[in-house]
């Protein structure tokens, strides 16, 4: 295990607008994740379990998005986000022997879509990624489901995933968690941990602005999450599902 690596800072261009790619790059690193933020695009509220992968020996590759600021994402909205997420990988996350997508919240939307999910706005836009789908297994930490209520929206990911959601998660509650998990596991491993005294936020490092969390410990839990992502990552998929930490 090595100490984190180096956090670099790498320009990337889409549509004529530059965006920047967070890099962690572990020395002989043989996996990657591929890390999706959230509604506020930035990795960087997530920077310290993003060196607890790094200190586990996986490079990090983590572009940045616009901030959300509609509740609604259109279709344009998640179209930027999934181009930007091609592009880092393109340039960043080749010659690996894995590549496992993490993210957050509105992260989790893309990911899916790049293991093969049809996402659906709220006005009834349907948004696919079409280009090569690289992502090996999907860790999902708070994922919305509202993305995928339609017919056989799933039914292409045949990736293994992992969820982590909160228990106390007010805007992507447990149940919507526990949809996707009924809609994915007759057709690929999925697996579902509820974690006690978490909310939608607990998942991040740096909470955004006038957001309070009430997790007793939150500093520890993210700690033992890093290192929990970084066993899965690493090939180590034990575990019960529907369990609380």
């Not at 960087?44 to 992968?53: A, N, P, S, V, Y």
């Not at 590759?61 to 880092?88: C, G, N, Y």
């Not at 909160?166 to 919507?176: A, F, H, I, N, R």
Request: negative net charge.
């Amino acid at each position: 295990m090595n100490n984190s690596a180096k956090v670099e800072t790498a320009l990337l261009s889409n549509a004529g607008k530059e965006f920047e790619v967070t890099l962690l790059s572990a020395k002989e690193a043989r996996h990657c994740i591929l890390f999706a933020a959230g509604a506020g695009g930035s990795p960087l509220r997530h920077l310290e379990i993003l060196q607890t992968f790094s200190r586990n020996d996986i490079s990090v590759v983590a572009p940045h998005f616009e901030r959300s600021i509609s509740p609604m994402p259109t279709k344009a909205d998640l179209l930027e986000r999934s181009q930007r997420l091609a592009l880092a990988q393109c340039e960043f996350a080749q010659d690996y022997a894995s590549i496992t997508g993490v993210g957050h919240s509105l992260g989790t939307v893309i990911l899916l879509m790049h293991a093969g999910a049809t996402a659906w706005t709220r006005t009834g836009e349907k948004v696919t990624y079409s280009g090569r789908q690289y992502l090996n297994q999907l860790f999902l930490l708070a994922p919305p489901a509202d993305f995928f209520r339609a017919p056989s929206a799933l039914a292409s990911v045949q990736v293994p995933v992992k969820i982590w959601t909160g228990e106390k998660d007010m805007l992507t509650p447990p149940s919507q968690a526990l949809f996707i998990q009924s809609e994915l596991e007759m057709q690929t491993a999925t697996d579902v941990c509820v974690v006690k005294d978490a909310g939608h936020f607990t998942f991040m490092n740096t909470l955004p602005p006038h957001i309070t969390d009430t997790h007793p410990s939150r500093e520890s839990f993210l700690l033992n999450l890093g290192e929990e992502i970084s066993r899965f990552v690493m090939g180590d998929q034990a575990g019960p599902g529907n369990t609380s930490p």
